[in-house]
């Protein structure tokens, strides 16, 4: 059994603009161990999200391989991956995406009431705990339209951790927010790894990235730099040691 829970190896991913193929991940490869923070970092068009998706399994790969807890990706069936997802993953975005005519409770719970089959009282059980680890209890039996932005990201945060999944994935989860509120939702995030969980989220923002342990820059599909950031440093010198990469790579 590998250490890793993500290996991509040597992946390559086009897209076909006028007519010519446009290489967005060139030949990539990267491993995160099982328990890793790792913001993915780079300017528009370096393939942040592009490689996000790939390593999850929601887009295809052109050559090369993606393992997921030695899974390979590039030969799953659609069934094998729906599953690998529901089970194993979870996902943030930028804009949460709730249901308006369902409250908060309901709209954390619907995917697991729609293919867990599972008693719907432990549903809401599990729901409610995370609630309470995220300090949102409160927003249960609120309407999507009466809560913040904030208060919608930590939702969907519990939305993503239902079901104990083994990674994370967020993509820009702060890009909508303001400092405070995006500082918050970080914190979030550090608990969720530190109680065992891999994060890999994709930020523009040098302090979002400073709450991760490792952060990859990418340039044109491929790694310019892997840094790990020391455990030693306070959150505003991680900050800047990351601000100081993005300004030596041009960032």
Not at 8 to 15: E, N, P, V
Not at 21 to 46: H, K, Q, R
Not at 160 to 187: H, Q, R, Y
Request: hydrophobic share 40%.
């Amino acid at each position: 059994m590998s250490t890793f829970i993500i290996e991509a190896r040597d992946i390559r991913k086009s897209f076909s603009s006028d007519g010519e193929p446009n290489v967005v991940l060139n030949n990539f490869s990267l491993t995160i161990a099982l328990g890793e923070f790792v913001a993915i970092m780079g300017p528009s068009g370096s393939g942040k999200s592009t490689l996000l998706f790939a390593l999850s399994g929601i887009d295809t790969i052109d050559s090369g391989e993606v393992l997921f807890d030695d899974k390979n990706l590039a030969t799953a069936s659609e069934n094998e991956l729906a599953d690998l997802r529901r089970e194993q993953m979870g996902f943030v975005f930028q804009q949460p995406t709730m249901l308006k005519n369902l409250n908060i409770l309901d709209n954390i719970i619907l995917p697991s009431m729609n293919t867990r089959r599972s008693d719907r009282d432990l549903i809401v059980e599990e729901a409610r705990s995370i609630m309470a680890d995220l300090s949102i209890s409160h927003l249960e039996d609120r309407e999507i339209t009466q809560t913040s932005g904030g208060e919608l990201q930590r939702a969907a945060i519990a939305r993503a951790l239902m079901g104990s999944p083994k990674v994370i994935f967020g993509d820009e989860p702060t890009g909508a927010l303001n400092t405070k509120t995006a500082d918050e939702i970080m914190e979030a995030f550090e608990q969720i790894n530190q109680s065992g969980t891999t994060v890999v989220l994709v930020t523009h923002d040098a302090r979002v990235a400073s709450r991760a342990g490792r952060v990859v820059f990418m340039r044109d599909g491929k790694i310019a730099e892997d840094v790990l950031l020391s455990e030693g440093l306070s959150l505003d010198e991680r900050r800047d040691a990351v601000a100081r990469q993005m300004n030596g790579l041009g960032i």
